[in-house]
């Protein structure tokens, strides 16, 4: 049946559930975009015969055209979604992706994200404020964190430099760490 | 020593007359609103700028004053949570636009430029979005459709916020002969008065422009 394809992409990323992505489905999203060119040659067809005078062809037309539109929406609904998980992707890991998360994109989907980011940096800089950060009301100002990497030294705000190696245990400011635990390299205890 | 501390929460030197509580009042208020209304509500680009300017001077102060003391330690958390609550604003006002971005856009362009919902940079941003999205739907699928089928009715496709959403609110001022109800053939009007101090559950979009005035708070 028509569109039922498509329909299988939109059941693909239900079933992922939130904030987990599926690789893009080019596969299923080339298939429906050559049925919608069957559709359209085959209207093509009725139509012109139908202006040379044959009757009774107007009901399939029209069930192709509802057919047609329909898979246009939902192939727009599934980048739509895609393209919103990617962008939140921006949220949850910082400028930087895993190449598990990253060999899921299509070529599209990856430039798309980075001119996400590039917006988002241009606004931040414009407002003067970093809102990737400080993503959890604060109910003190220190935290205590282990490091899980060998990461090596960092230098804290206050200038003093801090050796960060696998299993050690820090008691930091908040907002020192939240960069540190997004990029993975501490975790919150 | 001790005035520098006592100075931490003072103002800056300009001539406005708000002293910094009743900014941070503000900032809370505006914060609650945009948090709970299902629509983006009018920027307040003058409390975050005034904000940001009282962060940037606490801090200063802060590091100026070189001790251990508790003090110390107690301003650095407020200076945390304030920064938490603007980050959090400018957060959730930016995550609705990236979901009514064309909607939000297209209602702006209708209203005078100086009342506009969305400030520069969020119009910048809303923009961009918009152009990048629609050029990710032409490059992967729209410009292999058949010609009939490429072109985007935006307005049509685009996604609205939902304005019968039902909201909490705290009416902050007596306001009388508010519609609820339109007159319909089953059911006649229904207008109510809202009286300073009640608490009421309600569609938001009744009480749309006074949650922009301020003469509600939604809670």
Redesign the interface.
């Given at each position: 049946m028509f569109g039922e394809k498509a329909l299988e992409l939109i059941k693909e990323l239900k079933r992922c559930g939130d904030g987990l992505l599926p690789s893009f489905n080019e596969e299923t999203v080339r298939q429906v975009l050559e049925e919608m060119k069957s559709l359209f040659e085959e209207n093509h067809k009725d139509v012109t015969a139908s202006s040379e005078g044959e009757q009774g062809l107007f009901p399939g037309v029209q069930l192709r055209h509802a057919a047609l539109e329909r898979n246009k929406r939902i192939l727009l609904t599934y980048l739509n979604e895609r393209a919103t998980s990617i962008a939140e992707l921006r949220w949850q890991m910082g400028t930087v992706l895993p190449p598990d998360i990253r060999s899921r994109l299509a070529e599209h989907e990856l430039s798309w994200l980075q001119k996400y980011n590039k917006s988002l940096t241009a606004y931040m800089r414009a407002v003067g404020a970093d809102i990737t950060h400080n993503l959890k009301p604060p109910k003190s100002l220190l935290i205590e964190v282990r490091c899980t990497t060998e990461h090596g030294s960092i230098e804290l705000t206050s200038g003093r430099t801090l050796h960060l190696s696998r299993g050690t245990h820090h008691f930091l400011e908040r907002s020192e760490c939240e960069p540190l635990i997004a990029r993975g390299i501490v975790e919150e205890i | 020593m001790e005035d520098e501390e006592d100075n931490i929460f003072s103002g800056s030197d300009d001539e406005e007359a708000m002293t910094a509580g009743e900014v941070l009042q503000k900032l809370e208020e505006a914060w609650m609103n945009e948090a709970l209304s299902p629509e983006l509500l009018m920027n307040k680009s003058d409390i975050?700028d005034c904000m940001?300017e009282q962060i940037n001077e606490m801090e200063n102060n802060i590091q100026r004053v070189k001790t251990n003391d508790l003090k110390i330690?107690i301003h650095?958390?407020e200076l945390?949570?304030i920064?938490?609550l603007?980050?959090?604003y400018?957060?959730i006002r930016?995550k609705k636009i990236?979901k009514y971005a064309t909607a939000i856009m297209m209602e702006d362009g209708k209203r005078d430029p100086d009342d506009a919902k969305l400030t520069?940079?969020?119009l910048?941003?809303a923009r961009?979005?918009e152009k990048?999205?629609l050029?990710?739907?032409q490059?992967?699928?729209l410009q292999?459709?058949?010609p009939?089928?490429q072109s985007?009715e935006k307005d049509k496709?685009c996604s609205k916020p939902n304005l019968d959403e039902y909201v909490f609110f705290r009416v902050n001022q007596d306001v009388e002969g508010v519609l609820v109800e339109e007159e319909t053939v089953d059911n006649r009007e229904e207008v109510i008065d809202l009286k300073k101090g009640e608490q009421h559950i309600m569609r938001y979009k009744i009480i749309r422009p006074l949650a922009e005035t301020g003469a509600v708070s939604l809670i």
């Open positions: - | 975050i940001m330690y650095k958390m945390e949570r920064r938490y603007l980050t959090s400018l957060r930016i990236e520069d940079s969020e910048q941003f961009e979005r990048n999205l050029e990710l739907f490059n992967l699928v292999h459709m058949p009939n089928m985007l496709i």
